[in-house]
């Protein structure tokens, strides 16, 4: 395998991993400042989806869909929070889950209601679509590069926000002691739909710039949400740097074991046999990497709280 | 309960006593609802079209969904089977939803009729006379897809499918009559949506063409990730990721595309055209693959119930056997394992106006049976 | 005698008498809905084993069910086919025997029970619901891809499995078998909660460092009853597939775990007959919902949502009025 290609598979490992840091983010905000399990975060994914296909097929202007995929995500988290969740915060985690997974079947048969069994079109614009050529001589898709760069550009944002603005210093503090930020007079409700609706627009955001080169379904958070939460447990839940960190991990792992097990695997089999072995190891492999990660730190790289 | 039965009221209403006063009872189990629900319902519309156009009065179809959860799908075989006692089942979208039905569904004495899924084990060692298979032995397409390949002068393919049995068999089946080299062979994640690392591969390896079986939304994201990667190799593929339920989420990336099937809405007879049309006036919708499919299971069924009484075992299933109906491919014959001879052809993906469809560009296979008739034995 | 003990005994009266009815009424789907019910509730016992009385969120508790199914399916699989599971260092045959297959089950669960106890232990809260889940998912991915066993295909098996003295086939026989089984695991259910391990657990639960003054190790009591759990689920799943005579990764899948979950949460976290009473609703909502529309799980899903924002301990709770599992 040359350097080349090994380069090329790095960058598609980041750039997966920068998506699945746009679904992780909001799920371990949700987690750290209200302590609550929202399984639903997956369907919120699929609902940015969904607006970014409606507009665009409507406007043709991928601008306006990314903007109704934010708004989109943004209002149904809110009003989810007002309606549903805000009930949840003082219950266990067993309710949170049966609730929120209430939600997933709501929201999934609600779209299909709306949108039909079909899945719907979403493409790149034009002027991100086609490959572009990299320094050595790679070609690589440019919509790619552009997820990379609006990933870590929406990790810089939300350090920024956490650590140098008002509303990040009511979230630290709600995370790290909730009875006092109420006592200094923060409207503690307007902060947790604010906070929700943020993780929320974040997942709109990642259905929207994924749907765009993937399928437009119903269905198609769960699989995300899944990988969401495995990133945000090798991470440490609470921590958007343990969210960065994990979501990283989680996309190398996953695409340079699907690339690597199989050829490992020929060292040792006949290669029909280890080609087929090499992808049922690569498909269990983030799961036995997050295994080994709690195993050895049981509250995750950067978690502190149980 | 979905009821649609054209059967008592109207037979009442008329006097008439018929020779089978007992209405022959259908259980379609498929799928209505979640992921696959796409499919299900083309299924069961392209049925309903062929049972309301005969207007029979003898004949009523039990619907029922089966989330496409192979555990579900028992509990409503057994349910249509013992409550409802129906006579032929028919509907199962998924070849391990099928696995789990059709043996225990044909030992019971009750026929099936497969309007989508033919896993090979149902075509071969596992045969049974009461299954009839109306759609294609599932390696039929990829086996296509191959000898298109060869055909064309393909010499290096780079081939990939979802690490499960299906897919095995379509790499197989793909295999079986492509004889160049490979270019490379990958077994993805099943429900993969990213296909980035595998598309740099197909890059740096030196293949001629691409094959690959990624039904669903599976194939729905290789193609676009595939036409935005700048890699410019034909590709060919069964009609799974071709068909007209998601032609229009794939868009651009699939114009030209070469895919095989055995049915496409160009095929040039009296039949085709009528249910075509029939189709879209009742649904609003141009049909799929899946909608003929359903379409031809109910007409095969409807054939044998004109000649021979269900429950006279022996004469419906040589009735079946006959398959003297309409069929909207044209020729349409059952093999010793009961599943079908047909021709399989090549298609191109179009735009007719603002609507991806499809258009016959060339016979891949002619009267092709399948590789496992041998085995059987019945 | 309290409101809770007399539901209880409602609810045992009707799993006698409804598929007694059907069996004379002739309405075998009816038996078949309700062998579901039972074996359901018995795998959402396991799970309250862990979940009410240890307080260990299980989000993999699909492991237990599918290892119990694959038991039943490889065994019967090779005596289906005359064709020895192991033919090295020395023979062992298939087997269509229901006991054998169930202490293979029963013994396979345990193991695995035990050793994904012993690593996720370590962790607790959200951490742990997570990498149990990681467990779960592994199993599901290597099922799907082990080809021997039909891969996402899964394995069918032709004729149900036999039981010494009774025809299995006839539904009402096999229903009767189911609820003998789930009546002696609820029996040892409620022996345990009330031994001085179950009591002990039950402390852990509460205050970790109560147990461990008196000189008990949380970590394994939790572990114990951690196995027990498993075991119980991995039984239900052997008779899960004997039921639908086939068995597949969808077992393994985290939605089953879920599922298994809702059943546990509907009835009542931590009582006995909690996961009873939420099998037998979950599969008539399944089945009455079903019939309405093609968007049913909409129905469903606000179901579940009023039911979790309004019902307190469940549905036994609501009707028992009584508040707290736990005294």
């Not at chain 1, 899945?119 to 552009?146: C, H, K, Q």
Request: charged share 15%; proline share 3%.
């Amino acid at each position: 395998m040359s350097l080349l290609l090994l380069i090329e598979q790095v960058l598609n490992g980041l750039q997966f991993g920068v998506m699945l840091f746009l679904m992780a983010a909001g799920l371990t905000l949700i987690f750290g400042v209200m302590g609550l399990i929202n399984l639903a975060h997956g369907s919120l994914y699929m609902i940015g989806a969904f607006c970014a296909a409606a507009v665009a097929g409507a406007t043709g202007s991928f601008v306006l869909a990314l903007v109704a995929a934010l708004a989109g995500a943004a209002i149904a988290g809110a009003l989810v929070e007002i309606l549903v969740i805000r009930r949840l915060y003082g219950k266990d985690h067993l309710d949170q889950v049966l609730a929120t997974f209430a939600l997933i079947l709501i929201f999934s048969e609600g779209t299909r209601w709306l949108f039909g069994s079909f899945p719907l079109f979403l493409d790149v614009p034009d002027a991100l679509s086609g490959p572009v050529t990299l320094p050595g001589g790679i070609e690589y898709p440019f919509y790619r590069l552009t997820l990379i760069a609006v990933g870590l550009m929406v990790a810089l944002g939300l350090f920024l926000l956490i650590s140098r603005t008002r509303i990040g210093i009511q979230i630290r503090a709600g995370e790290n002691d909730r009875e006092m930020i109420a006592a200094l007079g923060v409207d503690i409700g307007r902060l947790y739909t604010i906070v929700f609706a943020l993780g929320a627009a974040l997942a709109g955001l990642a259905g929207a710039l994924v749907g765009a080169i993937q399928s437009v379904q119903v269905g198609m958070g769960e699989p995300v949400l899944i990988l969401a939460f495995v990133v945000i447990v090798i991470g440490g839940i609470g921590s958007i740097k343990g969210a960065l960190v994990g979501a990283l991990l989680v996309g190398l792992t996953n695409t340079l074991g699907g690339i690597f097990l199989p050829e490992v695997m020929k060292l040792f089999m006949e290669p029909a046999v280890a080609t087929s072995v090499g992808a049922s190891l690569a498909s269990m492999a983030i799961y036995i990497l997050m295994a080994a990660v709690l195993i050895l730190k049981p509250t995750g790289l950067f978690g502190a709280r149980v | 309960m979905k009821f649609f039965s054209l059967a008592a009221s109207a037979a009442l209403a008329l006097g008439v006593v018929s020779a089978n006063a007992e209405p022959l009872k259908v259980g379609m189990i498929t799928t209505l609802s979640g992921g696959g629900a796409g499919l299900g319902i083309d299924v069961r519309d392209g049925f309903m079209l062929a049972v309301k156009q005969a207007g029979n009065e003898n004949i009523e179809v039990i619907i029922e969904d089966d989330q496409r959860k192979p555990d579900i799908a028992v509990q409503l075989a057994d349910k249509l089977v013992q409550s409802e006692k129906v006579d032929v089942l028919t509907g199962i979208i998924w070849s391990n939803l099928a696995m789990a039905v059709v043996p225990a569904v044909t030992a019971q004495g009750k026929f099936y009729l497969s309007p989508n899924a033919g896993p090979s084990a149902l075509a071969g060692k596992g045969c049974h006379p009461n299954y009839f298979n109306v759609a294609w032995q599932n390696d039929n397409l990829h086996e296509a897809a191959g000898a298109y390949a060869k055909e064309t002068g393909y010499k290096k393919s780079f081939i990939l499918a979802p690490n499960y049995p299906a897919g095995k068999d379509a790499l197989t089946g793909y295999k079986r009559f492509y004889d160049g080299e490979l270019a490379g062979e990958i077994y993805t994640k099943l429900g993969q949506t990213d296909y980035a690392a595998e598309l740099a591969q197909i890059r740096a390896s030196d293949a001629d063409s691409v094959f690959f079986f990624l039904p669903g939304g599976m194939g729905i994201s290789f193609l676009k990730q595939y036409a935005d990667s700048g890699v410019d190799l034909p590709v060919v593929g069964p009609a799974f990721s071709f068909d007209q339920g998601i032609l229009q989420a794939v868009g651009d990336a699939a114009l030209g595309v070469k895919n095989t099937s055995q049915w496409n809405k160009d095929i040039d007879n009296e039949t085709n055209k009528a249910f075509v049309e029939s189709f879209q006036a009742e649904y609003g919708r141009l049909p799929s693959l899946y909608a003929s499919q359903g379409f031809d299971t109910a007409n095969l069924l409807l054939s044998a119930m004109g000649s021979a009484d269900v429950n006279d075992a022996d004469a419906f299933r040589a009735a079946l056997l006959a398959a003297d109906f309409s069929s909207t491919r044209g020729d349409f014959e059952f093999g010793p394992n009961h599943h079908p001879v047909q021709d399989i052809f090549v298609r191109e993906v179009i735009k007719e106006g603002d609507v991806y469809t499809n258009k016959i560009i060339a016979t891949a296979m002619t009267d092709r049976a399948d590789a496992y008739a041998a085995e059987c034995k019945m | 005698m309290t409101r809770e003990n007399g539901l209880n005994m409602l609810i045992v009266a009707g799993l006698v008498l409804v598929p007694l009815w059907a069996f004379f009424a002739d309405e075998p789907f009816t038996i078949t809905l309700a062998t579901r019910a039972v074996i359901l509730a018995m795998a959402a016992v396991g799970l309250n084993i862990a979940l009410g009385l240890g307080g260990l969120i299980s989000l993999g508790h699909a492991v237990f069910f599918g290892l119990g199914g694959y038991a039943m399916g490889i065994l019967a699989y090779h005596a289906q086919t005359y064709t020895p599971f192991v033919e090295w260092p020395f023979v062992i045959e298939g087997t269509k025997s229901m006991p054998i297959i169930w202490l293979v089950a029963v013994v396979m669960s345990s193991l695995a029970a035990f050793v994904i106890g012993l690593l996720s232990l370590r962790t607790s809260g959200a951490y742990f619901i997570m990498i149990t889940l990681a467990f779960g998912q592994m199993f599901f991915f290597f099922s799907i891809s082990w080809s021997a066993y039909g891969g996402e295909d899964g394995v069918s098996i032709y004729l149900r499995n036999g039981f010494p003295g009774l025809n299995t086939l006839a539904p009402i026989q096999f229903y009767g078998l189911c609820f003998g089984l789930l009546m002696l695991v609820l029996l040892f259910a409620s022996l345990l909660a009330r031994s001085p391990f179950g009591l002990a657990l039950n402390a852990a639960r509460q205050s970790e460092q109560r147990v461990q003054a008196v000189g008990m190790m949380p970590f394994r009591l939790r572990l114990a009853a951690f196995v027990i759990s498993g075991a119980i689920t991995g039984l239900a799943g052997a008779l899960f597939a004997d039921l639908n005579r086939f068995v597949s990764p969808a077992m393994f899948s985290w939605q089953m775990s879920g599922e298994i979950m809702i059943l546990v949460i509907l009835g009542g976290v931590g009582r006995l007959y909690g996961p009873v009473v939420g099998a037998i609703v979950y599969v008539m909502l399944e089945h009455v919902l079903g019939d309405l529309s093609d968007y049913w799980h909409i129905y469903l899903g606000v179901l579940l949502l009023l039911v979790v924002l309004f019902v307190k301990g469940g549905i036994i709770g609501a009707v028992s009025g009584r508040r707290t599992a736990h005294g």
